[in-house]
């Protein structure tokens, strides 16, 4: 039976071959274990075999593990939708948001961080292939976005994260991801100090690191296919 540890090693040499044929560091690529739907064993499987930043997209779910796992060091990130009546839930438990598209989820955030607790670490959310029913600002309001996001208390902006739609192969999938990379650049060039670029999952993290990702969100190739 393979177990967590060994995915996580496959996927680790993964990230190394991807970023040598970039010519990269492989350091320089996050790994984010998606954890939802998995319960806090299987985070603790990862965690032993030395993954300590775990990606939830169900708030309620996520909040539920964080309290069941506060024995160990680990750094918990917001990667699905946030409702106005979970910000509360959100700045009170996570470390990091990816999903920031709106101006008032940000204020809300920012007013309901505790004092004490360290700035809550943020990406603003682009649509970059301009998918009707995705979420995610179009690439042309990330700007205006970033900067009302980095002028927020309690708030530290560090990026955007993109979940562009599946492609069928190495060289689209790139394609979509440099979108992403060019939005990224522009907010830089800009005057915003970023250095995360939340892009690429199982199926395409190679195209992802070609294309510049400083983080990758792996669920399935770690924990396993999940029941519907």
């Known amino acids: 039976m393979t177990t967590i540890a060994d995915k ?33 064993e299987a985070v603790r499987e990862a965690h032993a075999a030395g993954q300590q930043a775990f990606g939830e997209n169900y708030i309620q779910e996520g909040v539920e593990k964080i309290a069941a796992l506060r024995d160990l060091p680990l750094q918990w990130h917001c990667i699905g939708p946030i409702q106005s009546n979970k ?37 603003i959310q682009v649509n ?28 530290r902006l560090r990026g955007i994260m993109c979940i562009p739609e599946p492609a069928p192969d190495f060289a689209s ?10 939005v990224f650049e522009e907010l830089q060039k800009a005057g915003l100090p970023l250095d995360t670029l939340s892009i690429g999952m199982s199926a395409d993290l190679e195209a992802a690191i070609a294309a510049g990702s400083t983080m990758v969100r792996v669920g399935t190739a770690i924990f396993g296919k999940r029941e519907p």
């Open 128 to 155: 970059v292939d301009g998918g009707p029913t995705k979420s995610g600002v179009a690439p042309d309001d990330a700007l205006g976005l970033a900067r009302a996001v980095a002028a927020l208390p309690g708030l």
């Open 8 to 40: 996580l090693h496959k996927v680790r040499e993964r990230i190394a071959a991807a970023s040598a044929q970039a010519g990269r560091p492989a350091d320089s690529i996050g790994l984010l274990a998606v954890s939802k739907t998995y319960g806090p």
């Open 87 to 123: 910000t509360r839930l959100v700045a009170e438990n996570f470390d990091w948001v990816h999903t920031i598209d709106r101006e008032k989820t940000a204020e809300r955030l920012s007013a309901q961080r505790p004092d004490g607790m360290a700035p809550l670490q943020v990406c």
């Open 173 to 182: 999938a790139r394609a979509l991801h440099e979108r992403a990379r060019l």
